[in-house]
């Protein structure tokens, strides 16, 4: 038999948390269907969007090849989840988590989300991290890392892309209800009814993404002289997140000058960005993977 969630939920609050449920997995369907590169884009936008950092922080991440670079922690490509406690830290969120609060995301962090309810579990945890300060942006990010790592270890989603990042004037009254009363019904249904939301926008810009690549390779192909290398090396830029000339030409199994020429062609068309500035070890990126990164 299941293990019962520590929150149950009823009425308005299941009819969220189900939403939630299955908008996270209509979204996890559409990432996996678009490649392992929007995947990676999906990872580094998460890190954008609970981190720090400024305009300049998408390229860096991407060019660096790691979400790490944002205190995020997890490489795009690893399968390989950090505990809740060392996500905090290397986002430097550990000092800010009480000694109570630490013991509670310990209890939640035991149990198994996959026998549980890891949108329950996540919702938890990230209650805990906000009840005591709603407003504050380090609550916010803490509870967004630790929302996206619960539902990655549920399998909800099969990597920590989503999350509710941030909190709207409902859901901050329903954090500061359950601090007043231990009331959790509210938040539940406020923070499901958030994530269900965020789940939906990213779909957009996935099946946007999903359209922009299909659309891209078509124009390629139909160059004259030049369509089939052109919309090859479309395919590469599309299926990794970051190029380079040298890795696509072995994987194409084209001249690195053929492939040289087809992506200034591609960057001049709108479809590459390059990202270093440099004229020797230049990276690109897919300008739709650049914009699904960026995207709220």
Known sequence: MDEAPAIAVSGDSLRAFEAASVAAARLDSAVAAAGPACAGAMLVRHAVLTGPGDANTPSLIISAGSSAAAGYGIEPASRELPSLGALLEAADLGDAIPERVRDELDGIWARDPRTSSAVLAAAEAAGY???SAPSETSSQRAAALAGALILARGEIVSAP???????DAQARSAAVQVDRSQSWETWVRAWCTLLAREAAGALRAVEELSANFKSERSDAKARARTGATDAAVASWLHANLTFNIRDAAVGLGLTTPTVGT?????????????LTGQQRDRVWVSTSLLRLVTTR
């Open 129 to 131: 991290l906000v009840v």
């Open 161 to 167: 892309f989503l999350t509710v990042w941030q909190l």
């Open 262 to 274: 087809a992506i200034s062609r591609l960057e001049e068309a709108g479809v590459a960005t390059e």
